[in-house]
């Protein structure tokens, strides 16, 4: 993967299953500013090539990156950690897909496509993250490392 940087034209062409979410960001604006800014970022372990062995062992190469949606409307989390006694720390998701399905008949940003967007978790299970925007950007912050697991270490983070 030679682009740093990723928009809604890429999203065929992209995969986020098993990516690590470490963070969910609501960017805001401030209407009184006639800042109308409405989008959400998630901070990722984005994996962006994974290299199979015949042995059956596998290879990641990732990098952290930032998945920032703008024009975000009617956002939904469902995310359940489970009842486990407080015994049980946090840790981060795991997407098991993105979908995305065009919206008619919408009357916000008429000067493109608006988009319904589900991310599925794949851990916690049946958690999911829903909302409408017109795209994305995904932004990796460094170069792919290559790792024997799915993330990213916090060092490798930074």
């Not at 042995?55 to 024009?71: C, I, N, Q, Y």
């Not at 919206?103 to 008429?110: A, F």
Request: charged share 20%; with cysteine; proline share 4%.
């Amino acid at each position: 993967m030679a682009a740093a940087s990723y928009t809604g034209a890429d999203f065929d062409l992209l995969s986020f299953h098993d990516c690590h979410v470490h963070a969910v960001e609501l960017l805001t604006g401030d209407p009184g500013q006639d800042d109308w800014t409405s989008g959400i970022a998630l901070d990722i372990d984005y994996i962006a090539r994974w290299a199979c062995s015949t042995d059956g062992s596998a290879r990641f190469h990732l990098a952290p990156a930032t998945l920032s949606f703008e024009a975000v409307t009617d956002l939904q989390v469902q995310i359940d950690w489970g009842r486990s006694g407080h015994q049980v720390a946090l840790h981060p998701a795991a997407i098991d897909r993105i979908e995305r399905e065009q919206v008619t008949g919408q009357k916000i940003h008429l000067d493109r496509p608006y988009y319904s967007w589900t991310i599925s978790l794949n851990w916690p299970e049946g958690g999911l993250i829903r909302f409408g925007a017109v795209g994305f950007t995904l932004q990796l912050r460094s170069e792919p490392t290559e790792a024997a697991t799915q993330h990213l270490s916090t060092a490798q983070r930074r």
